[in-house]
């Protein structure tokens, strides 16, 4: 038997992967909309979800393989060489007062 610890309200790696696969997905998705980057999404992953980096990259490869136009679209947009989409981005509204993470 597996020794881990459950959350509250979030699915187990161990017991349930799939769901637990769905929500970093998600939370991927998240970061998305905040235009981050692959290494920023990781990070706060890790310290705001607690999720590890590795699952995080793992997920992030496979959105990457089964999405790759969007995924080149995405990061020519967030690229700094592109300075007028960096502040057209900057500019966007954001989801002010929610929490996505603990």
């Known amino acids: 038997m ?3 610890s459950h959350l509250l309200g ?3 790696l161990h017991c349930h992967p799939h ?6 997905q998600h939370l991927i998705e ?6 981050m980057s692959r290494d920023q999404c990781i990070k706060a992953l890790a310290q705001h979800a607690n999720i590890t980096p590795l ?3 793992t997920v992030w490869r ?20 592109r300075p007028l989409m960096r502040s057209h981005i900057q500019n966007a509204p ?4 929610r929490k996505y993470w603990k």
């Open 2 to 4: 597996h020794q881990h």
């Open 10 to 12: 979030r699915p187990c």
């Open 19 to 24: 769901s637990y696969i769905r929500m970093v």
């Open 30 to 35: 998240k970061c998305l909309l905040f235009h």
């Open 55 to 57: 699952i995080t990259l």
């Open 62 to 81: 496979e959105l990457q393989k089964e999405n790759r136009h969007f995924f080149q679209a995405y990061f020519h947009s967030i690229s700094p060489t």
């Open 94 to 97: 954001r989801f002010a007062g």
